[in-house]
């Protein structure tokens, strides 16, 4: 089984940056997991922000944050991170880290989620 915490979200003005953590736990080895990091706001579905393989540090990012968001990883403490500058209001949301064992399909079919963390955006 595997455990997601996320924190460090919280209200910024637009132009502004967060930094968003998660950290992972579990009783196994983390070196063929692909991370990711998806959004919710309300009365919208989730979608994909980023994503980054755990051993190879490989990353894809959706369009709308491509630039401005950066995902990380630092194995030591387990954690994953998720740079976010030039805030906008539309990324008003909860942010969500997600965990999967396979192949590198970034944008789908994660098994293991947090619990969230929101972000919110003023104008």
């Known amino acids: 089984q595997v455990q997601l915490v996320e924190s460090g979200g919280g209200l910024v003005q637009a132009g502004g940056s967060l930094r968003l953590s998660c950290v992972v736990s579990g009783r196994t080895s983390f070196s063929s997991y692909v991370m990711g990091w998806f959004r919710q706001a309300p009365g919208e579905e989730r979608e994909f922000v980023a994503a980054i393989s755990w051993s190879g540090g490989r990353t894809e990012y959706a369009d709308s944050v491509k630039g401005r968001f950066t995902i990380s990883r630092d194995s030591a403490k387990k954690t994953v991170f998720l740079q976010m500058n030039s805030l906008k209001p539309e990324d008003t949301a909860a942010y969500y880290c997600?965990?999967?064992?396979?192949?590198?399909?970034?944008?789908?079919?994660?098994?293991?989620w947090g619990q969230g963390t929101q972000v919110t955006v003023s104008s």
């Open positions: 997600a965990a999967k064992l396979g192949g590198w399909i970034p944008r789908v079919r994660y098994d293991y």
